[in-house]
T-cell receptor, first 114, second 113 residues
Framework: EPEVTQTPSHQVTQMGQEVILRCVPI?????FYWYRQILGQKVEFLVS????????KSEIFDDQFSVERPDGSNFTLKIRSTKLEDSAMYFC????????????FGEGSRLTVL | QKEVEQDPGPLSVPEGAIVSLNCTYS??????FMWYRQYSRKGPELLMY????GNKEDGRFTAQVDKSSKYISLFIRDSQPSDSATYLC?????????????FGSGTRLQVQP
């Protein structure tokens, strides 16, 4: 069964460092997303991406964050200068349809900022 | 008022019981309603997806949406210990092309053997 894969599964970084989280969405999906979940809290939307551009972003997704689809398979989330409060699970998701909630999530990348 | 409210639990039931999970919401623009299952430190796994009001059944799972009451439910029949997980409701709207999902906080379910 096709799945969304994410790397790394866990990254520990120092405050102020840049981090890149990587995702390989399901191959025939056209819409890509990043969500995050701070420990013990709700899953929160960060950004959606379609046709090589951001289609929607939340107030969390400030100038420290960026997304890119550098090739035909990868989808990345970059955090330029990490803060302690960026520590969370980051989930990549993809979907096939335009107006749909049928998102398929990856296993997540745990980011720990020290 | 929170946009999506969900009782955090934990909800503990014996194996074989019928489980009822629910969420309420305040935004009448929501049209797509989902239930995800999340095991500890794993990604959300889509269980049920419903558009607008009505019922949908898939195996042991039944999802209900009542848009007039802004209330959605997930029923699990013949619950199994492997159903022990956190269940997240999620919803999204179409009116402005908004695809972002708004999640509930999740209900932790424990099915006792």
């Amino acid at each position: 069964e096709p799945e969304v894969t994410q790397t790394p599964s866990h990254q520990v970084t120092q405050m102020g460092q840049e981090v890149i989280l990587r995702c390989v969405p399901i191959s025939n999906h056209l819409y890509f997303y990043w969500y995050r979940q701070i420990l013990g809290q709700k899953v929160e939307f960060l950004v959606s991406f379609y046709n090589n551009e951001i289609s929607e972003k939340s107030e969390i997704f400030d100038d420290q964050f960026s997304v890119e689809r550098p090739d035909g398979s990868n989808f990345t989330l970059k955090i330029r200068s990490t803060k302690l409060e960026d520590s969370a699970m980051y989930f990549c998701a993809s979907s096939e349809a335009r107006h749909s909630g049928e998102l398929f999530f990856g296993e997540g990348s745990r980011l720990t900022v020290l | 008022q929170k946009e999506v409210e969900q009782d955090p639990g934990p909800l503990s039931v014996p194996e074989g019981a019928i489980v009822s999970l629910n969420c309420t919401y305040s935004n009448s623009a929501f049209q797509y309603f989902m239930w995800y299952r999340q095991y500890s430190r794993k990604g959300p796994e889509l269980l049920m997806y419903t558009y607008s009001s009505g019922n949908k059944e898939d195996g042991r799972f039944t999802a209900q949406v009542d848009k007039s009451s802004k209330y959605i439910s997930l029923f699990i029949r013949d619950s199994q210990p492997s159903d022990s997980a956190t269940y997240l409701c999620a919803m999204s709207g179409q009116d402005t092309g908004r695809r972002a999902l708004t999640f509930g906080s999740g209900t932790r379910l424990q099915v006792q053997p």
